[in-house]
């Protein structure tokens, strides 16, 4: 399973969440988690799983990429990462192999991979989450990138982590033809089961932090931390309901100086505590009485998986995938939306001061874990099918 995460952990979380429910299989995989980010190797993994880093990239809000820590060209490094994956993927010999949102990777890193697999009889599955960017960007930008292309010549499905009643890429991006009959929806992906991936230092380590906050919260989450600054600042200036705390996760990827800034504000009042980084936030959340938060795929399906009461206050640079997500999800009533453009303290206090009393009444079905499983189960068999038949044709020679 490859996740190029160059813009915080969201691709690898989901391919977490996806192999943590495949290592039940009966079948037994043995899974490797790729993986761009280095905080990955943070995460407890379950029994059959284990994890491979790669030289670490970084998302200028421009959309373009440079090395985050190495001294190196893009070129360079992208050559180091294609190298580590062509030789890893090549030897662990995979029967499925699970691409998380970039069909080429990204810079197109996965080509030579992609070449030798299209050799063998791996099974090539294109995952990406519901909702991509405004559909003109998509258009072109997938023209330019010959995504479809890809996902055409090497990739035997597509699954999409959604539900079409809220967004249909088929329909919004008008795919073609050949990619739609590769799509399957799985649906939205539970995330309560990521708390049983947790060790005993994880609980451990929620349990000071629950010890710390003593009493009832509201909860910011700001994903990454990447760009979550101006979240956090208006979230620690507004006015919190009364006998509650503010507790802000910050998120791993936030810059030292922003992160400063954070922690000068913070110590103007008394009721805000920061969180720099927690291996698994969903524990935190399961507690909060209200959140405020990013809208990405991830902390969307958190927030949908515990019924918590959100305000998103989502990215749109450099794409509008969160805002298209939370303004669709608003619509059908399980969140509020507030447009980064009208971010301010008094915004999100009005929020906090109407909510404290209210309850979500929604009750959203996310069975995509369940259906990733079962799929996983039917390209085994289609292997075992394909295999045989080889071995059929072989034998009548």
Same mark, same amino acid.
């Given at each position: 399973?490859?996740?190029?995460?160059?813009?915080?952990?969201?691709?690898?979380?989901?391919?977490?969440?996806?192999a943590s429910e495949l290592s039940k299989s009966k079948d037994s995989p043995n899974i490797l988690l790729i993986s761009g980010a280095k905080e990955a190797e943070y995460f407890s993994l379950p029994s059959g799983v284990d994890?491979?880093?790669?030289?670490?990239?970084?998302?200028?809000?421009?959309?373009?990429?440079?090395?985050?820590?190495?001294?190196?060209?893009?070129?360079?490094?992208?050559?180091?990462?294609?190298k580590i994956l062509q030789v890893t993927i090549s030897s662990f010999e995979p029967d499925v192999f699970i691409v998380d949102g970039v069909p080429w990777g990204v810079e197109g890193e996965l080509i030579p991979t992609l070449?030798?697999?299209?050799?063998?009889?791996?099974?090539?599955?294109?995952?990406?989450?519901?909702?991509?960017?405004?559909?003109?960007?998509?258009?072109?930008?997938?023209?330019?990138?010959?995504?479809f292309d890809a996902i055409n010549r090497y990739y035997d499905h597509v699954w999409i982590y959604g539900d079409k009643s809220v967004y249909d890429p088929v329909t919004e991006y008008n795919l073609p033809i050949h990619i739609?009959?590769?799509?399957?929806?799985?649906?939205?992906?539970? =995330?309560?089961? $990521?708390?049983?991936?947790?060790?005993? &230092?994880?609980? %451990? !380590? /929620?349990?000071?932090?629950?010890? +710390?906050?003593?009493?009832?919260?509201?909860?910011?989450?700001?994903?990454?931390?990447?760009?979550?600054?101006?979240?956090?600042?208006?979230?620690?200036?507004?006015?919190?309901?009364?006998?509650?705390?503010?507790?802000?996760?910050?998120?791993?990827?936030?810059?030292?100086?922003?992160?400063?800034?954070?922690?000068?504000?913070?110590?103007?009042?008394?009721?805000?505590?920061?969180?720099?980084?927690?291996?698994?936030?969903?524990?935190?959340?399961?507690?909060?009485?209200?959140?405020?938060?990013?809208?990405?795929?991830?902390?969307?399906?958190?927030?949908?998986?515990?019924?918590?009461?959100?305000?998103?206050?989502?990215?749109?640079?450099?794409?509008?995938? =969160?805002?298209? $997500?939370?303004?669709?999800?608003?619509? &059908?009533?399980? %969140? !509020? /939306?507030?447009?980064?453009?009208? +971010?301010?303290?008094?915004?999100?206090?009005?929020?906090?001061?109407?909510?404290?009393?209210?309850?979500?009444?929604?009750?959203?079905?996310?069975?995509?874990?369940?259906?990733?499983?079962?799929?996983?189960?039917?390209?085994?068999?289609?292997?075992?099918?394909?295999?045989?038949?080889?071995?059929?044709?072989?034998?009548?020679?």
């Open positions: 399973m490859y996740s190029h995460d160059t813009m915080g952990l969201g691709h690898f979380r989901r391919n977490l969440l996806i994890c491979l880093t790669l030289p670490s990239l970084y998302k200028e809000k421009d959309g373009k990429y440079r090395p985050r820590r190495l001294d190196l060209s893009l070129s360079q490094l992208i050559e180091i990462r294609k070449g030798h697999l299209s050799t063998k009889d791996t099974k090539c599955i294109f995952g990406i989450r519901d909702v991509w960017d405004e559909p003109h960007v998509i258009q072109k930008e997938w023209f330019k990138r010959n995504n739609k009959k590769k799509i399957i929806f799985t649906g939205y992906l539970y =995330q309560k089961s $990521r708390l049983g991936l947790m060790t005993y &230092k994880d609980h %451990l !380590d /929620v349990k000071k932090t629950l010890k +710390l906050i003593d009493g009832p919260f509201v909860l910011c989450l700001l994903g990454s931390g990447q760009d979550g600054d101006d979240l956090a600042k208006a979230f620690i200036n507004s006015r919190l309901p009364s006998g509650h705390k503010g507790v802000i996760l910050t998120g791993p990827h936030m810059g030292p100086i922003a992160r400063e800034e954070l922690y000068r504000q913070a110590q103007k009042n008394s009721r805000i505590i920061i969180i720099e980084f927690c291996n698994e936030p969903t524990a935190i959340l399961q507690k909060a009485k209200l959140v405020v938060a990013m809208g990405g795929y991830n902390t969307i399906c958190e927030i949908l998986s515990f019924r918590k009461k959100a305000l998103i206050v989502p990215r749109i640079i450099p794409r509008k995938e =969160q805002l298209i $997500r939370a303004r669709r999800l608003e619509s &059908k009533g399980y %969140l !509020d /939306v507030l447009s980064p453009d009208q +971010l301010d303290s008094n915004s999100i206090s009005k929020w906090l001061e109407n909510n404290l009393e209210s309850r979500s009444s929604y009750n959203f079905e996310m069975f995509g874990l369940s259906t990733i499983s079962d799929l996983f189960a039917n390209l085994l068999r289609e292997k075992s099918t394909q295999l045989k038949l080889m071995k059929g044709v072989v034998s009548s020679e």
